[in-house]
T-cell receptor, first 115, second 115 residues
Framework: NAGVTQTPKFQVLKTGQSMTLQCAQD?????MYWYRQDPGMGLRLIYY???????DKGEVPNGYNVSRLNKREFSLRLESAAPSQTSVYFC??????????????FGPGTRLTVL | AQSVTQLDSQVPVFEEAPVELRCNYS??????LFWYVQYPNQGLQLLLK??????LVKGINGFEAEFNKSQTSFHLRKPSVHISDTAEYFC?????????????FGKGTHLIIQP
């Protein structure tokens, strides 16, 4: 049981390049999330998916797209990277199925630098 | 919309001393409350959560927190800290009732344990 996994762990891009961050969970959770973490800002929600086939914008969605490929996988795409997107990106999945267990589980993060 | 304020960006404490990390929230609806810990270069790990019931919540690693609805606070406490508690601590809220919305985080408190 790996929990939430993310690839890659580190990435350096040049301005204008594109890339996709991958996330997978093996806990059979319906809901999945992408956050970014910047120094002194805490974590901010980029996009989320309440269930397979649905996605919604969070607090900071500009410059990103997401795909909920199936129940396990939720990817985040940067079409044209900008230096302002330099950040640490965390994927999470949420256990909402049982009373008293509403908890988000986080992956290890992807550290992205855009030059 | 919800918001979370962590009043201290850094808290230095001597080893074996007690500590309190403060968290206040604002919301027009009922919320769930969480404390997460982040060790250097790692993801977030759940310390404890308040969903309903007893307002005093006990978590892992000897931490506890008390939900105070009238003060809209959820302060984290530990009676005796250890060097290994050095980490970033995040308070977070989500809307109660089983919706899929993501977490709203505070900006974090860096707990520094001094020998």
């Amino acid at each position: 049981n790996a929990g939430v996994t993310q690839t890659p762990k580190f990435q350096v891009l040049k301005t204008g390049q594109s890339m996709t961050l991958q996330c997978a969970q093996d806990m059979n959770h319906n809901s999945m999330y992408w956050y970014r973490q910047d120094p002194g800002m805490g974590l901010r929600l980029i996009y989320y998916s309440a269930s397979e086939g649905t996605t919604d914008k969070g607090e900071v969605p500009n410059g990103y797209n997401v795909s909920r490929l199936n129940k396990r996988e939720f990817s985040l795409r940067l079409e044209s990277a900008a230096p302002s997107q330099t950040s640490v990106y965390f994927c999470a999945s949420r256990d909402r199925g049982r009373s008293g267990t509403d908890t988000q589980y986080f992956g290890p993060g992807t550290r992205l630098t855009v030059l | 919309a919800q918001s979370v304020t962590q009043l201290d960006s850094q808290v230095p404490v001597f080893e074996e001393a007690p500590v309190e990390l403060r968290c206040n929230y604002s919301s027009s609806v009922s919320v769930y409350l969480f404390w997460y810990v982040q060790y250097p270069n790692q993801g977030l790990q759940l310390l404890l959560k308040y969903l309903s019931g007893s307002t005093l919540v006990k978590g892992i690693n000897g931490f506890e927190a008390e939900f105070n609805k009238s003060q809209t606070s959820f302060h984290l406490r530990k009676p005796s800290v250890h060097i290994s508690d050095t980490a970033e601590y995040f308070c977070a809220v989500s809307v109660s009732g089983g919706g899929a919305d993501g977490l709203t985080f505070g900006k974090g408190t860096h707990l520094i344990i001094q020998p």
